[in-house]
């Protein structure tokens, strides 16, 4: 089941975080792997409704506040963040990709909200590969305890043919 | 906690998961610019 939520400010700057569940069928047509099966993955969107210039930190970080409250309650949740690459984004630093700066934002929102909410048995695991000599991103975010189970899934999907 | 790991060489199915991906995501992207309403809203 998917599920989306908005984070609005005072400003009316909007976030809408849609969470797409990867269900069995979908994983099972890469894996016949009963542990990675088991697992509980969502893909993240995140989509700017409205607002502009740099999003707002508080909005940041309730983007995060949330995602981690999900994790915590159903221990076996895992996101995946792929990085879109096809879509530009307003960033000052022009020499990153698209993909690139949001990859970073990504890693900026976890690292801080990890720092200042005291995380340490959550993992932001980002995996960086070439296409046609451009980098694509990709994270993983999930408890510590499902490391092996990520590189593992990880390890698939870049050996299946 | 961040670890980084940069893949070499990955399989030409990769592409195609991967940029799969993207568009499912634009396709719910679609869907939001259309009105779909978020099943709940945090104000902050």
Not at chain 1, 7 to 15: H, Q
Not at chain 1, 86 to 93: A, I, K, L, M, Y
């Amino acid at each position: 089941m998917d599920i989306s939520f908005e984070i609005r400010n005072e400003k009316d700057d909007i976030i809408c975080v849609v969470l797409s569940y990867y269900d069995a069928l979908s994983l099972g047509s890469i894996t016949t792997n009963p542990a990675i099966l088991s697992l509980n993955i969502y893909d993240v969107t995140l989509w700017r409704k409205s607002g502009s210039g740099n999003v707002g930190h508080k909005v940041l970080n309730a983007v995060c506040k949330k995602l981690m409250e999900i994790i915590k309650q159903s221990n076996d949740t895992i996101f995946c963040f792929v990085c879109d690459f096809s879509t530009d984004v307003p960033r000052r630093h022009r020499d990153m990709s698209p993909q690139e700066y949001r990859s970073n934002l990504f890693t900026r929102m976890f690292e801080s909200f990890a720092r200042h909410n005291d995380v340490y048995d959550l993992v932001n695991d980002v995996n960086i590969y070439e296409d046609n000599g451009e980098k694509r991103y990709f994270h993983f975010i999930c408890s510590l305890k499902y490391l092996n189970e990520i590189h593992t899934l990880r390890d698939i999907l870049m050996e299946s043919k | 906690m961040t670890q980084i790991t940069i893949i070499r060489n990955p399989s030409p199915s990769v592409k195609k998961f991967f940029d799969g991906l993207v568009d499912k995501k634009h396709q719910q992207i679609k869907k939001l610019e259309e009105g779909q309403e978020c099943n709940f809203t945090i104000k902050v």
